[in-house]
């Protein structure tokens, strides 16, 4: 399965919008983008996922480079709830797994 | 969205004796279900993968006759630890996934299941 970069760890303040970086430069073709997040002592939340496009949905927007080999999700307004681990995750088209790596703790101030 | 839910939510156990957890897909059938497993401030790490009505695949590394699965309905997945001792304390997490074609083409996580041996 293809390896994601995150940075380790972010901040934002309340209200404001968070983009929260991903690499992936040996995504194949067929890899689908997933987005996840996990609070404390819950098992994770999808978020959003995309191939190609840009995606939009209530949670958040994902945004895909053309070449594929980094994207962005976009949280628009950071709320306190908003603070968790985010994890960028390539699913196989094959394999269909979802392998965590370490994700970028976002922390939101007020 | 889809609803995953396990049971217990936590359990603590005397080192030697065996744990069953459940995960149950509550509003959809899941074909695949994933099991995972989280120590303290460390990532999710996939221990098996398993198809209804056929054998778990295990991650490189995962005893397979320390971790007995089943997955014998489209709705429901087992994970037993057997003979557990104290480094098996860890954060268990089910995932599920629906029918290809379905209404939720997405993985979905439960809530988890925190086990403590003593």
């Known amino acids: 399965d293809a390896k994601t970069t995150q940075p380790n760890s972010m901040e934002s303040n309340e209200e404001e919008p968070v983009h929260l970086p991903c690499n992936h430069s040996t995504i194949s073709g067929t890899d689908y983008i997933h987005w996840y997040r996990q609070l404390p002592s819950q098992g994770p939340e999808y978020v959003i996922h995309g191939l190609t496009s840009n995606v939009n949905n209530r949670m958040a927007s994902l945004a895909i480079a053309e070449d594929r080999k980094s994207s962005t999700l976009i949280l628009h307004r950071a709320t306190l709830r908003d603070a968790a681990v985010y994890y960028c995750?390539?699913?196989?088209?094959?394999?269909?797994?979802?392998?965590f790596g370490q994700g970028t703790t976002l922390q939101v101030k007020p | 969205g889809a609803v995953v839910s396990q049971h217990p939510s936590w359990v603590i156990c005397k080192s030697g004796t065996s744990v069953k957890i459940e995960c149950r897909s509550l509003d959809f059938q899941a074909t695949t279900m994933f099991w995972y497993r989280q120590f303290p401030k460390q990532s999710l790490m996939l221990m098996a993968t398993s198809n209804e009505g056929s054998k778990a695949t295990y991650e490189q590394g995962v005893e397979k006759d320390k971790f007995l699965i089943n997955h014998a309905s489209l709705t429901l997945s087992t994970l037993t630890v057997t003979s557990a001792h104290p480094e098996d304390s860890s954060f268990y997490i089910c995932s599920a996934r629906e029918l290809a074609g379905g209404v939720y083409n997405e993985q979905f996580f439960g809530p988890g299941t925190r086990l403590t041996v003593l």
């Open positions: 995750i390539l699913r196989g088209f094959n394999t269909g797994k979802l392998i």
